[in-house]
């Protein structure tokens, strides 16, 4: 086998796969993609110049600079739910409250786009819970070896425990 094998390669891709998938399992995975996704529309289209033709649309505004800071803090608090998960609830709250705040602040919310992104990320966020961790199947009472009875040996302890009464000497 040469170092360009297939198989190699492969087996790379799959454990990279499953290690994505195992991070990706323990965290707001989703959540944080929405809300981040959701910030840079928010972010970019004050600020955006659209060319049709010969004619030039720019939509700077007033608000830019809040726009910019919203979609700023929505693109900081999905990567917070990533790599914070335990502010996972604080992050979905800010979340929804900023898209709210997006809406009159930065043109409909990012032509709704961004609105709804981050809206859906923030809900994700404050309605995830960590998984619980899988248990190993019980044994069954059949599966137990039979109890052997030891023997019963009188000592001063256990014949006041046996009469009733317990002596701690």
Known sequence: MSAESPEQ???????LRQRFRDWRGTRPFWAGLFTLLGGIPIAYFPYATLQLGQMTLSMATTAGAG??????LLVTL????WFQQAVRIFAGVAAIL????SI???NLGGFVIGFLMALIGGALS??????????EPEPHADDLPDPVAAPM???ETTVDANGGRNSAG
């Open 153 to 155: 040996y009188d000592t």
């Open 67 to 72: 726009s910019l800071i919203i979609g700023v």
């Open 78 to 81: 999905g990567l917070t739910m």
């Open 98 to 101: 900023l898209a709210l705040v």
């Open 9 to 15: 390669n492969e087996h790379f891709i799959r454990v």
């Open 104 to 106: 009159p602040v930065a």
């Open 126 to 135: 404050v309605s995830w819970a960590p998984g619980q961790p899988e248990s």
